[in-house]
């Protein structure tokens, strides 16, 4: 079995689109990546904020696996880690496949909890056209599936770079799909 990793991170203290590659990012419990623009207890993206700024913020941390970017390369898209917003790219792990509650060790001392899917905007499509079609489709019992990545909340602050391990810890109990948050 291949050892599951970060492949790079990214962070941006401004809401643009894409976040630049950076060697380390710090993970603050309850907050978010420091210095990025979606760090904070409520939510950060603007068209949240727009409907309701006191809603929690479940979406610190976008994580997107290598494997996703690669099949949208394959498909003649120009896309790179840190181009669709993440702030960690890995590899190893089918991220989408995941259950709501799943937590992430990322490296020796952060940890995540996925909190449900991206729900990408048409911000995707002025970015790289034709994405926004590789990032959300129908699967084939006609559900809408979306493959821009999950989002998370930090559980556990620390330092993560490229490089790092991530272990997969399952809740307890039922498996519950992600959904759009």
């Known amino acids: 079995m291949t050892r599951a990793s970060v492949v790079s991170v990214s962070r941006d203290s401004a809401h643009r689109f894409s976040k630049p590659v950076v060697d380390e990012i ?4 309850g907050l978010g990546v420091e210095g990025d623009a979606h760090s904070g207890t409520t939510v950060q993206h603007r068209s949240r904020v727009r409907r ?24 003649g898209l120009d896309v790179s880690p840190g181009e ?9 792990v089918d991220l ?3 259950p709501t509650g799943t937590r992430l060790r990322l490296g020796a001392e ?4 996925v909190t449900g899917l991206r729900n990408p905007c048409t911000q995707i499509e002025g970015f790289e056209p034709g994405l926004l079609k590789q990032m959300v489709g129908r699967g084939p019992d006609g559900q809408v599936e979306r ?3 999950v989002m998370s909340v930090v559980l556990v602050g620390g330092a993560v770079r490229a490089g790092d391990e991530v272990v997969v810890e399952l809740p307890a109990g039922e498996p519950l799909p992600l959904q759009p948050v």
Do not use: F, K, W, Y
């Not at 710090?26 to 419990?29: C, F, K, P, Q």
């Open 26 to 29: 710090t993970l603050v419990a």
């Open 52 to 75: 309701d700024p006191s809603q929690p913020n479940l979406r610190q941390v976008h994580l997107m696996h290598e494997e996703v970017l690669e099949e949208a390369r394959s498909a």
């Open 84 to 92: 669709m917003g993440e702030n960690v790219t890995t590899r190893g």
């Open 96 to 98: 989408l496949g995941l």
């Open 110 to 113: 952060a940890v995540v909890e």
């Open 147 to 149: 493959r821009a990545g």
